[in-house]
């Protein structure tokens, strides 16, 4: 059978049109559909819809105006360039058992909801790029929840910020119900001047924060005099953090109120970094001030690290109640404070600078190799839940006190709820510079008398009362009548 040619040019353009794909320039698609819940692979819910749904090399964009909440239902796999929340928009994306794949993830203002699924962020990017950013035109909030998982890799020198810009504090990432946000690249949590009180939350059995770059509260940009205050870091009720790089709290010379608190039985907070910073050094450190590394309520530290409190007002390390922290490899060093309150502290070594505060309220506090007190430091040991400070080294210069370019001096709490009597405060094996002259006691409260005592493996504190002005009177009449009976008698 003949055709005509014009009809077989006609049915082979009309076959190319349908079976060619679109080209691979890469587009801009805008939510559409105001019904509350739609579908991210209907065409029908994006502007445009011509070539929708995006896909790979594209940018996905949540920006409503007129809807405040609403849900996105995954279905199958997205693969995407880009996905931005704006416009304080508050969306959930239903992934289920479906990944998501993009290069960029940014929550420029408003919520996004990750709700289960796994997310990766492949980051091939140039220095410096951000492939997270909470935070820009206004406040932004990340929610991770039902097992949800967000993966981050990284080929490039990229970062992720919690506050990225000067415009946009009080930033939040919440990873909940078992699920978890792992990092390859430095996270920031507070970046620039203006973006403070940014906070990461991770709460719950099973719920992990894993990185192994850097972890920064707080920071202060090179060269300027830009800072962050006031950013957090909470491990709640069972969540984990695992650091395999360094963590600074308080990054920056003037960056001040940052914290990280873990809290809460099975609450744990695990570091195979080179350091743990609280608080920053350098010339302008004596600026960064009240920052703080707790560690509470039945919760755990590890650590390899060296673990440093600088100098620098309210700049604390706190072990307290019931909690356990363990600094298993390098050192402990306090120019700031170090409090340990019916707790857990176990540490390789401990150096005390002429700045340092440790105070010691009960529980456990034990240095493996040598403690070194530097003249200046303090040491306060409240008397009525004390227990010794213990070097428990038990070979070559192991469980060895010293004392150098003193005096320290020794501080008193709690005496009265625990009276009269003999107390330890430091046991150990060898013990260098320790005198009368190097170790000085402080203030004693009133009603009380203590002298310290220098025994071969120990330094003791003593305690007695103070007798009332009456009873002191009548044991003077007393002991003068003795005396002169014993005159009397000598006769």
Known sequence: MKYPLRKIAVGLMVSLAVASPRLSQAENFNWADTTGEASFHDAANWSPSLNAPPGSGDYAYFNLTNLSDYQVNAGADIDLTGL?????????????????????????????????????????????????????????????????????????SSNLKVGGNSAAPNNTVKILTGSSLTAASPFYVGYYEGSGGNTVT??????????????????????????????????????????????????????????????????????????LRIGNSGVDAPSSINNLFAVRNGATLTTSATVTVERGAGNTFEVSSGATATMSKDALIVHGLLSVDD??????TLEVGATGRVEFSGGTFQVEQTLTATGGSRFVFDLAGLAAIELTGTTGEYGKLSVIDGP?????????????????????????????????????????????????????????VVPEPGVAMLLGVAAAGVLLIARRLRR
Do not use: M
Not at 434 to 445: F, K, N
């Open 84 to 156: 931005y929340v704006q416009n304080s928009s508050n969306v959930t994306l239903n992934l289920g058992t479906q990944e998501l794949s993009t290069i960029k993830l940014g929550v420029y203002s408003g919520t996004l909801t990750l709700d289960g699924g796994a997310t990766s962020i492949i980051a091939g990017a140039a220095p410096a790029d951000t492939v997270l950013s909470i935070g820009s035109s206004g406040t932004g909030h990340l929610v991770l929840a039902n097992q949800a998982t967000l993966t981050f890799v990284s080929t490039g």
């Open 408 to 464: 320290i001096y020794i501080d008193l709490a709690g005496v009265a709820s625990a009276g009269a009597g003999s107390y330890d405060l430091f046991t150990y094996r060898l013990g260098e510079g320790i005198s009368e002259t190097t170790v000085l006691l402080g203030a004693t409260p009133e009603g009380f008398l203590g002298a310290l005592r220098f025994e071969d493996n120990s330094i003791v504190l003593d305690v007695s």
């Open 202 to 275: 991770v709460d719950g059995a099973g719920s992990k924060l894993v990185t192994s770059a850097v972890l920064s509260l707080g920071s202060t940009l090179a060269g300027s005099s830009s800072y962050s205050n006031n950013n957090k870091l909470e491990v709640l009720n069972g969540g984990r953090v695992e650091a395999a790089g360094q963590v600074r709290v308080g990054n920056g010379g003037v960056s001040s109120g940052n914290s990280v608190i873990v809290s809460g039985s099975g609450s744990s907070f695990s570091q195979t970094g080179t350091h």
């Open 343 to 348: 707790a857990t502290l176990k540490t390789r």
